[in-house]
């Protein structure tokens, strides 16, 4: 079992950059790859960025390549995803979760954080 809690999100203008932290407690975060994904007000949650246990390898959506950066410390217990040039189409609650593998699809997760909000204000 592993307890994630995101932190880092907030009002920011469109430009901006945001870092955005998963602290995990319980099980050590390096049992477990790791995701960010998000969801805006009346659409679906989707995928944002993932990131293998040793963080050799990630994984981004189209439309964040090139602006996020998702990195992770596993002695520290903490994942992060780096948010830079952020546009108004950024918004939404962005949760990070925990599972086996880094993938795209959100159910291999078994664990999900409680989300944090972001809003990019034109």
């Known amino acids: 079992q592993v307890q994630l809690v995101e932190s880092g999100g907030g009002l920011v203008q469109a430009g901006g950059s945001l870092r955005l932290s998963c602290a995990a407690s319980?099980?050590?975060?390096?049992?477990?790859?790791m995701g960010w994904f998000r969801q805006a007000p009346g659409k679906e949650r989707v995928f944002v960025s993932a990131?293998?246990?040793?963080?050799?390898?990630?994984l981004y959506a189209d439309s964040v390549k090139g602006r996020f950066t998702i990195s992770r410390d596993n002695a520290k217990n903490t994942v992060y995803l780096q948010m830079n040039s952020l546009k108004p189409e950024d918004t939404a609650v962005y949760y990070c979760?925990?599972?086996?593998?880094?993938?795209?699809?959100?159910?291999?997760?078994?664990?999900w954080g409680q989300g944090t909000q972001v809003t990019v204000s034109s």
């Open positions: 990131i293998s246990r040793n963080g050799g390898w990630t």
């Open positions: 979760a925990a599972g086996n593998s880094p993938t795209f699809r959100s159910g291999p997760y078994r664990y």
């Open positions: 319980g099980r050590t975060l390096s049992s477990y790859a």
